[in-house]
């Protein structure tokens, strides 16, 4: 059974830190996804990794994936107050569906 | 920007009562799933279904759940006795699994209440 592991899962950061969010799965995949959900909000996909090796950038974020060691990481660079929300890594698993981590809350604070 | 939506937003309802979610996919997708999220959890997948059949359920989808899609654009989950534990948000996606990204599109949710 596929398993999926956020660290941490709650993150304290000063504004124009940098951090990194960590993302570990228990099987084979070759398909991991990053969404961000603010409160009571859905989840707004943030980042397509597809291949061993792939790293993605969108202003102070970028996500890579390493295949071989079943990780994925979420760099944050200089946070900023507006980046504050939960941010989840699902992993696309077996039989059509998507498995996903417990969520990072992530609280920038000026 | 295609989206998919969902209907209601809030819908409360007494334990024991019937219940439908409904979805609207993304039209040129072929695979849709049902999520849930119990508040401050994280994100359950539900069931998926391709094909007009069921491809997938998590243990959570017992026989108090079904789905349905009753014409060419909605996508249904019905709950038929609610239990207290069944509150939630729940959320639908789709994709077009036949491209290389198969990224999954979530709707906004559905923020179900049973009292």
């Known amino acids: 059974e596929l398993k999926v592991e956020q660290n941490p899962l709650f993150l304290s950061m000063q504004e124009g830190k940098n951090y990194t969010i960590y993302c570990n799965y228990s099987?084979?995949?070759?398909?991991l996804y990053w969404y961000r959900q603010d409160p009571g909000k859905s989840l707004e996909s943030l980042f397509v990794l597809l291949s061993n090796g792939a790293v993605k950038q969108e202003g102070r974020l970028m996500a890579s994936l390493d295949t071989k060691a079943r990780l994925s990481t979420l760099h944050i660079t200089a946070a900023v107050h507006d980046l504050s929300a939960t941010y989840f890594c699902a992993v696309d698993g077996y039989g059509n569906k998507l498995v996903f981590g417990a969520g990072t809350i992530l609280r920038v604070k000026s | 920007e295609p989206e998919v939506t969902q209907t209601p937003s809030h819908q409360v309802t007494q334990m024991g009562q019937e219940v439908i979610l409904r979805c609207v996919p993304i039209?040129?997708?072929?695979?849709f799933y049902w999520y849930r999220q119990i508040l401050g959890q994280k994100v359950e997948f539900l069931v998926s279904?391709?094909?007009?059949?069921?491809?997938?359920k998590s243990e959570i989808f017992d026989d108090q759940f079904s789905v349905e899609r009753p014409d060419g654009s909605n996508f249904t989950l019905k709950i038929r006795s609610t239990k207290l534990e069944d509150s939630a948000m729940y959320f639908c996606a789709s994709t077009d699994r036949t491209v290389m990204n198969t990224e999954a599109f979530f709707g906004q949710g559905t923020r179900l209440t049973v009292v």
């Open positions: 039209s040129n997708h072929l695979y």
């Open positions: 279904f391709y094909n007009n059949e069921i491809s997938e």
């Open positions: 099987t084979t995949s070759d398909r």
